[in-house]
């Protein structure tokens, strides 16, 4: 079955403790990306990556990181949290931007 | 600049109702348009999508929409709406336009149906 996983589901952290945020993608899609979704501001590209070892920062990317060691991979990393990165998260997947994109089932972030 | 409008926020219909949500972009060069849907407590997934061809395009769940290049509109219809559509309705356009490597969004359509 075709599906982009990310884990965890939920997560609560405190200020400043480092997390990382997985996702993976079984269709061997070249295009991913993280997306960040707020009440009444949508979604919100944080990062992406055209391929391996390619990644570029999306409208957000601040206080974000991430890397592209695998094709199948692309985690999320929050160096020092902050509570205004408390947000509801999405990674998604594509073959490329005319194609439908797949995106996981969230990660719902709280940092207190 | 590219961009997409959803302008409305929220919509309330009754269950058996006709649907319709608006969406109008702003797009550099011939636009891949779509529409999705995200279910409470869900990721989005795709509704229907128009590159080309007929502007009329049928999707998944009964919906459908119709592209018209001439308003830079892409709205989505159905013409009976189940209380299992209540949702979170996203427009999305992606493409060539110059550097352009990414999907640009609209807000959401908060969709709430009446029984």
């Known amino acids: 079955e075709a599906q982009v996983t990310q884990n965890p589901r939920y997560l609560i952290t405190v200020t400043g403790k480092k997390l990382t945020v997985t996702c993976s993608q079984n269709?061997?899609?070249?295009?991913m990306s993280w997306y960040r979704q707020d009440p009444g501001l949508g979604l919100r590209q944080i990062y992406y990556?055209?391929?391996?070892?390619?990644?570029d920062k999306g409208d957000v990317p601040e206080g974000y990181k991430v890397s592209r060691k695998e094709k199948r991979n692309f985690p999320l990393i929050l160096e020092s949290p902050s509570p205004n990165q408390t947000s509801l998260y999405f990674c998604?997947?594509?073959?490329?931007?005319?194609?439908?994109?797949?995106f996981g089932q969230g990660t719902r972030l709280t940092v207190v | 600049a590219q961009s997409v409008t959803q302008p409305d926020i929220h919509i309330t219909v009754s269950e058996g109702a006709s649907l319709e949500l608006r969406c109008n972009y702003s797009?550099?060069?011939?636009?891949?348009l779509f529409w999705y849907v995200q279910s409470p407590g869900q990721g989005l997934q795709l509704l229907l999508k128009y590159f080309s061809g007929d502007t009329l395009v049928q999707g998944i769940k009964g919906f459908e929409a119709e592209f018209k290049r001439s308003q830079s509109s892409f709205n989505l219809r159905k013409p009976s709406v189940h209380w299992s559509d209540a949702a979170e309705y996203f427009c999305a356009v992606g493409g060539n336009a110059g550097n352009n490597r990414k999907l640009i969004w609209g807000l959401g359509t908060s969709l709430a149906v009446n029984p």
């Open positions: 797009y550099g060069a011939t636009p891949y």
């Open positions: 990556s055209m391929n391996v070892e390619v990644t």
């Open positions: 269709m061997n899609h070249e295009y």
């Open positions: 998604a997947s594509c073959r490329g931007l005319n194609t439908e994109a797949f």
